[in-house]
């Protein structure tokens, strides 16, 4: 066989071994595709939670779940089921958060629930509008929340109280408080997103020199700047959640709620109180 | 009437029209004389009509008619100039397609990317043909050039077409590094960050050329338009130039050359007559080529499909995120190496512009009229030192050379890199047992004792992770920045959302310089539908 012929032949196989590996990966490509999709999507989710952990926990809660008096849970079901009928959004949910996301809220649609941190409510996170974020962090923010659907669990907007409310009154007694569910209080009540996790209001560990709030509770009213009724630890620490306004610590502005008064029992004042002067 | 019809003449008649038309298509080859060409019988006319074609047909009239047998000797040139232009067009074929589904623009060119692989037909076997094409065409380039230089074939009338190569290399790494921007992805961003800011360090314009180059102070939407538009436009029209100069050069003016031993060497006069025979394009050339091309393409879609080559993409280019390690392209390493050595200016555009002139003067520096390798011992060795140098070079670019990085970020950064493959994506979603794993001198051996299946793949990276901890605080002979004195390290794995978990790998310790007790620390989300490749 000339080398001719033999170049012919074999360029032949070859040409069939192609096409034979081209129709085997084309049977494979739907399927291929689809994976790609799912695995795109799971990168998206994957980013968007690194996002929300830099940038929204603060207010929104580490795992969504809000911060009462201030800003709305985002794993909710409410969110997922109700909230685009309440606002009256015709797009995709996915749409109301890019929306939403991108370019803030001027003002809270729910003032009385959730007043949001402070002027705007919740500030516009796009590039375009002056935020820091890209239209791809978004939509990639967007796929995290959305996957918080299929397990959002039904949070109560206006929770049921055990009790008669604590009231404004900071002189009552109070009943013994437990530190531990105290603990648990200030997680759901959502106390952490400001005083643990960012540093909206005062820290309550120790940090830069100052000791942890249960201390500087015992101090703080004795200061002379100090423009309050309290006249012990326990009376500073409950004047300061349910009417936070009467004294400013230096250097925090007045965001936090004023309405804890209402929300909260004096069985649940004792145990966060008790629960902050073990924070030394 | 019906008489008159003799049907031979009818046959006659007919087959005379077909070949007619089949002369026309194939510019002169009648049905005989292509039966002839792929039987490998001789020409059926005189004179040789499978010459003719390579005046009547525009294709052919740059094919060569003939090469000399000596020059198509395998081991010669081992087609290494014929796969170079090989890639060169798949490059060209693939990118068309490409062009249709890439939007030249910082918010949406990565998701045409993306949308490419999951939603195109054959999408991303494209994306990888186009991107393995490329680093086969910079590779085919540097080793056709080494060839030509080892066979001296660059002297004498050969000193042009040289030239010409020299620009082709520069094009084809021009053509490679501004496809490497278009995907908008973190390696693209970076990768031409490095690359653009070198410009910057040109002696006078340095600043206007990093402008030109950037369209902006930083690479946006206007650099990204320019490196689009210079490799889809002006590069492949230049290559497409420079090559139909380079390939007449050497088709129709010179022809490939003859190994030396035919030309100088000591050999009879009937062997050196038999290497100047000729072998015609048609049909042995061109069978041979189509036969190279058969073998290119199988040779590419094998590497793709049962070898698995994948087109890196990694995640969106974020300006505000350096990444820790960054890296040129391969072929860019030697120029990463000597920047490591000195000055910006002096390494970065000076010498290099030197190396360039140095490669386009070769054909006259070298005035020894030999082409045999024994006869010209300095140019040879001068060739292999300069390999040689490119290799050390090459290594020396790479981040693993010269640049020390704090122990807990490189123990961290190396089980879960920012981009790519690392040990942690390794782990099967489903071994990733929540809980909180503590390094300490002795690590248990099955980290999830309670499940069946246990998680082999997670142990062995909390042991590697364990180790290396444990290494930087006990080993003596580390320095400073290498030591982790008094380590608290701990790999936590949470359940975060429904086929979500978050890993954190901490790592806090005493830091011998500043006393401080340090820490650091990272996230890593991990969802069980990531293809990791």
């Not at chain 2, 050196?272 to 061109?286: C, G, H, Q």
């Not at chain 2, 429904?498 to 620390?521: C, F, G, H, M």
Request: proline share 7%; with cysteine.
């Amino acid at each position: 066989m000339s080398r001719t012929n033999l170049e012919i032949l074999l360029g032949i196989v070859m040409v069939l071994v192609a096409g034979g590996l081209l129709i085997a990966y084309g049977l494979n490509e739907n399927r291929r595709m689809a994976e790609y999709e799912k695995s795109q999507r799971a990168q998206a989710i994957e980013v968007g939670a690194k996002l929300y952990d830099t940038n929204c926990k603060g207010c929104h809660g580490v795992q969504g779940e809000g911060v009462p008096g201030l800003c709305p849970p985002l794993n909710d079901k409410y969110f997922f089921t109700q909230r685009l009928k309440e606002v009256g959004w015709s797009g995709t949910q996915e749409d109301y958060i890019i929306a939403t996301v991108a370019s803030g809220r001027l003002v809270s649609t729910r003032p009385e629930l959730y007043p949001g941190g402070a002027s705007p409510a919740m500030p516009s996170w796009s590039e375009r509008y002056g935020g820091p974020l890209r239209d791809d962090q978004i939509r990639d923010l967007a796929a995290f929340i959305m996957n918080w659907e299929a397990t959002a669990p039904l949070r109560e907007v206006t929770p049921t109280l055990a009790g008669p409310p604590v009231g404004t009154d900071i002189f009552q007694t109070l009943p013994e408080g437990n530190p531990a569910s105290g603990e648990a209080l200030a997680t759901s009540n959502g106390c952490v997103g400001c005083h643990v996790l960012t540093n909206t209001g005062p820290a309550w560990a120790a940090s830069g020199g100052e000791p942890g709030i249960g201390e500087r509770a015992a101090t703080r009213f004795q200061q002379e700047d100090y423009t309050g009724q309290a006249t012990t630890p326990e009376q500073y620490l409950l004047e300061s959640i349910v009417n936070p306004s009467a004294y400013l610590v230096p250097g925090f502005q007045a965001v936090m709620p004023a309405n804890y008064g209402a929300t909260l029992t004096a069985q649940d004042a004792a145990d966060l109180i008790a629960y902050m002067l073990t924070i030394k | 009437m019906l008489k008159s019809l003799n049907f031979n003449d009818l046959r006659q008649k007919a087959v005379r029209a077909i070949d007619n038309r089949v002369r026309i298509i194939t510019a002169g080859l009648g049905l005989d004389e292509l039966r002839a060409v792929m039987r490998g019988d001789p020409p059926t006319e005189k004179p040789n009509p499978r010459y003719r074609v390579h005046t009547t047909s525009f294709l052919f009239h740059i094919r060569p008619r003939y090469y000399e047998k000596g020059s198509t000797i395998f081991t010669h040139t081992f087609r290494l100039g014929f796969f170079t232009s090989f890639f060169f067009f798949v490059e060209l074929i693939t990118g068309l397609i490409l062009m249709i589904y890439y939007t030249p623009s910082p918010e949406a060119a990565y998701q045409s990317i993306l949308e490419l692989e999951s939603n195109v037909f054959f999408g991303k076997l494209l994306r990888d043909m186009h991107r393995l094409g490329a680093e086969a065409m910079v590779i085919f380039t540097a080793l056709h050039m080494l060839r030509t230089y080892l066979t001296g074939s660059y002297k004498k009338e050969r000193s042009f077409t040289w030239f010409t190569g020299v620009i082709l290399l520069g094009i084809t790494l021009g053509l490679s590094f501004s496809g490497y921007l278009l995907p908008w992805d973190q390696l693209a961003y970076w990768a031409v960050t490095i690359g653009t800011s070198m410009a910057e360090a040109a002696p006078l314009l340095g600043q206007q050329l990093n402008l030109l180059l950037r369209g902006a102070p930083d690479i946006g939407a206007g650099g990204l338009l320019r490196f689009y538009l210079a490799h889809v436009v002006l590069l492949p029209l230049g290559a497409i130039l420079v090559i139909s100069i380079h390939y007449y050069k050497v088709s129709r003016e010179h022809g490939i050359s003859l190994p030396a031993r035919f030309e100088e060497g000591n050999v009879p006069p009937e062997v050196k007559k038999n290497a100047k025979s000729r072998v015609d394009f048609i049909p042995d050339l061109l069978t041979h080529e189509v036969f190279l091309t058969t073998l290119g393409l199988l040779a590419l879609l094998v590497a793709i499909i049962s070898f698995g080559y994948s087109a890196p993409l990694e995640h969106h280019a974020n300006p505000q995120q350096t990444p820790l390690d960054t890296k040129a392209p391969w072929y860019f390493w030697w120029l990463q190496g000597m920047l490591k050595l000195g000055d910006k200016t002096l390494m970065g555009i000076i010498l290099p512009t030197i190396i360039v002139l140095l490669l386009i003067a070769v054909p006259y520096l070298d005035r020894n009229p030999h082409r045999s390798l024994f006869k010209r011992p300095i140019a040879v060795s001068l060739g292999l030192l300069s390999v040689m140098t490119l290799v050390v070079l090459s290594y020396m670019g790479l981040p693993v050379y010269g640049i020390e990085t704090p122990a807990a970020t490189r123990i961290i950064q190396d089980i879960a890199p920012e981009e790519g493959q690392g040990p942690l994506y390794e782990i099967p979603f489903d071994q990733l047992q929540p809980g909180v794993y503590t390094v300490s001198e002795t690590p248990p051996d099955e980290l999830c004792p309670t499940i069946d299946f246990g998680c082999p793949k997670l142990t062995e990276v909390f042991l590697e992770f364990n180790n290396r901890v444990i290494e930087a605080a006990t080993n003596p002979n580390l320095s400073e920045e290498q030591r982790l004195p008094n380590p608290e390290a701990v790999m936590v794995i949470e359940d975060w959302q429904q086929d979500l978990r978050k890993v954190t790998l901490r790592i806090a310790w005493d830091d011998p310089r500043t006393n401080q007790r340090t820490s650091y620390e990272k996230l890593v989300f991990m969802h069980r539908d990531h293809i990791r490749e």
